[in-house]
């Protein structure tokens, strides 16, 4: 896959648990993110080091540093898709609520994608996402 030179890059399909809204998930936002050209970093973004160093790493961001850099990474060249899969652990999905997670990460995407402010995304994100957890802080 990175054998060829156009290829600056690449990410994986995730595979969670069998469940319904898990499958509904993860065929939304595997193909949504084809559409949007938007992955996040669960997804396993890979990248050649040069074209890591020339797009200046991941950006400072309270959220969708991933989703950002991977944007940039497409703008570079070619990115290739895995036929590999990764285990994501269910363990947000579960504590805060399936359902519930799920429509927040749309919404959140949505209005990314809409231009929101990356500070109104993360106070959509505390309220919706984190009943009692912390944000985890760019660096932590």
Do not use: K, W
Not at 21 to 33: E, K, M, Q, V
Not at 58 to 73: C, G, H, I, N, S
Not at 80 to 93: A, F, G, K, T, W
Not at 100 to 125: C, D, H, M, N, W
């Amino acid at each position: 896959m990175m054998s060829d030179s156009n290829v600056v890059g690449g990410y994986f399909r995730i595979r969670l648990p069998r469940s319904l809204i898990y499958r509904l998930t993860d065929s939304f936002g595997h193909y949504a993110g084809i559409l949007l050209r938007m992955r996040c970093g669960d997804h396993g973004i890979f990248c050649r080091r040069t074209t890591f160093l020339d797009i200046g790493g991941f950006p400072e961001a309270p959220l969708m540093e991933d989703v950002a850099f991977f944007r940039r990474l497409h703008r570079c060249g070619r990115l290739q898709y895995s036929e590999q899969r990764i285990l994501v652990s269910p363990r947000r999905y579960e504590s805060i609520g399936r359902v519930r997670l799920t429509l927040a990460y749309g919404v959140i995407a949505t209005l990314y994608l809409f231009g929101v402010p990356l500070s109104a995304l993360e106070r959509i994100y505390r309220r919706m996402c984190c009943n009692e957890c912390e944000v985890i802080a760019p660096n932590a």
